[in-house]
Nanobody
């Protein structure tokens, strides 16, 4: 059984940076896509970024400010977020999807972490 555990969230000021981590354990396999989603209070969960077989994709809201990457030797995915804005405040979730096709829909991801809170003050 695969488990995902996020870390790295916290309270920061606008303009600061954070690096979120998502550690995978269990039989993760190698042919899978992973992604970050976020959910702010009162809003639907939204796509942030995804990575698969070296290809990456970003939501317009974070493009140019964020970098997603994986360290397969550590079974860990990261999201480096720079120049954070108050509108980035949300719970950030990592997710895993069997297969290599990147998707921006949360419905396509089978395994989820518990989330890590990111709060950006103005």
């Amino acid at each position: 059984q695969v488990q995902l555990v996020e870390s790295g969230g916290g309270l920061v000021q606008a303009g600061d940076s954070l690096r979120l981590s998502c550690a995978a354990s269990g039989r993760t396999g190698s042919n899978n896509a992973m992604a970050w989603f976020r959910q702010a209070p009162g809003k639907e969960r939204e796509f942030v970024s995804a990575i698969s077989d070296g290809a990456t994709y970003y939501a317009d809201s974070v493009k140019g400010r964020s970098v997603i990457f994986r360290d397969n030797s550590k079974n860990t995915m990261y999201l480096q977020m720079n120049n954070l804005k108050p509108e980035d405040t949300a719970v950030y979730y990592c997710a895993l999807r069997r297969g290599l096709i990147i998707s921006t829909s949360s419905l396509d991801f089978q395994i989820w972490g518990q989330g890590t809170q990111v709060t950006v003050s103005s």
